[in-house]
């Protein structure tokens, strides 16, 4: 796994908010430290050097604020 950011805000729409280290593929899976699936990737925004991503859950799943401040990570990128 790619160390992608730290969770920095949940939006009203329910959408989880990084900002983080580089700007992965659109609909990439990110996870948790324990690789549990906390969304996908839906839109990315800010300055390129430490964008913001913008995560969308799961629609079965509607995340705590217990994920503030967490890290979460990207699947490793095939070489």
């Known amino acids: ?3 992608l950011g730290k969770v ?9 908010l990084v900002k983080g280290d ?4 659109y609909n990439a899976e990110v996870m948790d430290r324990g690789k549990n699936v906390i969304g996908k990737v839906v839109r990315i925004f800010g300055p390129v050097s430490t964008p913001y991503i913008s995560i969308r859950p799961p629609k079965d799943h509607r995340p705590s ?3 503030m401040g967490k890290d979460v990570y990207v699947r490793k990128k095939k070489r």
Do not use: Q
């Open 22 to 25: 580089f700007a992965p593929k």
């Open 8 to 16: 920095t805000g949940m939006g009203y729409d329910g959408n989880i």
């Open 1 to 3: 796994m790619d160390y």
């Open 65 to 67: 604020l217990d994920i």
